[in-house]
């Protein structure tokens, strides 16, 4: 059983069928939501999920909760308040923290597809010049998570499924105006923090899995899901 419609949702669309499981992929989209009625209403649909007959529920938290810059906004209060929800009421579980998932649908929330839409439009925007970022392509998350879930891994815990490497956002600017063949018109600011994300866990899991860190793995999924667009 499947819960929501958006990238998540679809990339794990196995699932669909499956009455053991629910992939609970549905709530706030965006990470920089401030209306406390959004996060109100991920939770009261959460709640229908809890107790289902004993069946696994699968929930995505974010690992943004390890950024001194963003662990005290919102969304990343709100991760841990569901993650403890779901540790405390939901007998079986899976919680997957992700960092920013790149694929196919057009969030125009995502770190990704924001500084694409910028660049690609001509339109200012800023750039935290110490700010460390962390994507993964839709179908390694699938991979990593499917493959914990098939073979009972860690049941009843938390993972982070998280690169093992990370990039400036200015990285990812410079990325993007490789792909576009255009200038970015943004200002550089002092702002971001570099912080640790624990991988012990999905590190054992990654080559099971059929996943593949390489040194340009950014690049690589940055032009399969935008050169097309440029």
């Known amino acids: 059983m499947i819960v929501g419609s958006g990238l998540l949702a679809q990339g794990f669309s196995k699932y669909r069928d499956r009455d053991d499981i629910v992939i609970f992929a549905s709530g706030v989209s965006n990470s920089a939501e401030t209306d406390l009625a959004a996060y109100a209403r991920e939770q009261d649909l959460l709640q229908k999920y809890l107790h289902a007959d004993g069946r696994c529920l699968v929930y995505f938290s974010t690992c943004s909760i390890f950024d001194p810059e963003r662990q005290g906004s919102h969304y990343a209060k709100h991760k841990l308040a569901m993650e403890a929800l779901i540790a405390t009421a939901a007998p079986r579980h899976y919680i997957f923290r992700l960092p920013q998932v790149v694929g196919n649908i057009g969030n125009p929330n995502t770190l990704a597809n924001f500084l694409y839409g910028r660049i690609k439009a001509g339109e200012r925007f800023k750039v935290w010049a110490n700010a460390p970022r962390a994507l993964l392509d839709i179908e390694d998350v699938c991979r990593i998570c499917s493959y914990v879930i ?72 940055l032009r399969k899901y935008y050169v097309h667009h440029g």
């Open 150 to 221: 098939d073979n009972e891994a860690i049941p009843g815990r938390i993972m982070n499924v998280f690169p093992p490497f990370a990039v400036t956002a200015l990285d990812l600017v410079r990325a993007f105006e490789a792909i576009l063949g255009r200038q970015g018109q943004y200002e550089l600011v002092p702002l971001g923090t570099a912080y640790h994300v624990d991988t012990t866990d999905m590190a054992a899991i990654v080559a099971a899995a059929g996943v593949e860190f390489s040194n340009n793995y950014i690049e690589k999924i």
